[in-house]
């Protein structure tokens, strides 16, 4: 297995090094602000290479959302037969070429390089450290000093008695699990048109995710180095900030944000939104029927 993941782990510890050699002048070798400036910017590396994956999970959404009524219909149709309800939704998907899996593709993306880390990490913390991938041991002699709020970055909660460990972790844990729960919530909230939550598939597994990412990493977290959690911190964060460019800046149709920025762009070019023009449009119907009984009155007269 480990020769398998080989490449894996040149290719992440090889990043890491790279962004290592350029920041070690400002601050040192064993400095954990080396270490997890190095941490991050394969972080931001990783998800500049994810945006074409990012664009297709955001089509994916947006034709998921579009195809809803067809899914409810299907649904109806064949409520007494579950096989044929997922067989028509399948051909569905086909037709339309969309998978309701694909919001999970980045995640899914992400784990390999996730495991490459946590293994390259977790070599440092052993005694003696153990280099993976280009790192030699030297270089893991550096990384097992380097402390990052007077935490060593491949501690973990479970695995240290260190009340400074255990604090730092916790601290990240629970920015990892809010920034989860906040990225979908926003998704949700502002991202996607209101629907029946009943019987609605995207709704429902959208729901899910809500809840049990959150929950997901603050359990399992107390097993990532402190170098994990750096990671997974920042990518939500960066997770966070691209979702939300997209919302303001290209909202699906029909959501709560594309509606906001309609009323933007109205209220810029100075024109009425539908909500004022209504009453505008009905107000001259009572003129109109009056002008037309004048003439019907006077017919009448003239008949006396």
């Not at 002048?25 to 991050?40: K, V």
């Not at 024109?271 to 029927?289: D, Y």
């Amino acid at each position: 297995m480990s020769s398998i993941l080989n490449p894996l782990y040149i290719a992440v510890s090889w990043v890491i090094m790279s962004i290592h050699k350029l920041v070690s002048p400002i601050f040192s070798p064993t400095s954990g602000t080396s270490w997890a400036l190095s941490i991050i910017g394969l972080v931001i590396l990783i998800r500049i290479l994810l945006i074409p994956l990012f664009v297709k999970q955001i089509k994916s959404q947006r034709a998921l959302t579009a195809l809803q009524p067809h899914l409810k219909a299907i649904q109806a149709k064949h409520k007494d037969d579950r096989q044929k309800q997922s067989e028509e939704m399948m051909k569905l998907y086909k037709e339309h070429k969309t998978n309701p899996l694909a919001s999970c593709f980045p995640i899914l993306a992400q784990a390999p390089i996730f495991f490459a880390l946590f293994t390259v990490l977790n070599g440092i913390g052993k005694n003696p450290p153990v280099p993976h991938g280009v790192l030699t041991q030297a270089d893991v002699a550096n990384a097992a000093q380097a402390k990052i709020f007077g935490a060593p970055i491949s501690e973990t909660f479970l695995g240290t008695t260190n009340t400074t460990v255990k604090i730092v972790t916790v601290i990240l844990i629970a920015f990892m699990s809010i920034t989860t729960f906040t990225t979908q919530r926003q998704l949700m909230v502002k991202g996607m048109p209101k629907m029946d939550s009943s019987n609605n598939m995207m709704l429902q597994q959208q729901k899910i995710m809500l809840y049990a990412f959150p929950v997901i990493f603050a359990i399992s977290g107390v097993n990532f180095p402190i170098g994990v959690l750096i990671y997974w911190s920042t990518t939500n964060l960066w997770t966070w900030g691209q979702q939300y460019y997209v919302i303001k800046r290209n909202p699906t149709p029909g959501s709560p944000a594309f509606l906001e920025l309609q009323a933007k762009r109205a209220q810029k070019a100075g024109t009425p939104l539908p909500q004022e023009s209504a009453p505008e449009e009905q107000t001259p119907a009572p003129e109109v029927k009056g002008q037309r009984q004048q003439p019907n009155k006077k017919k009448n007269k003239k008949k006396k």
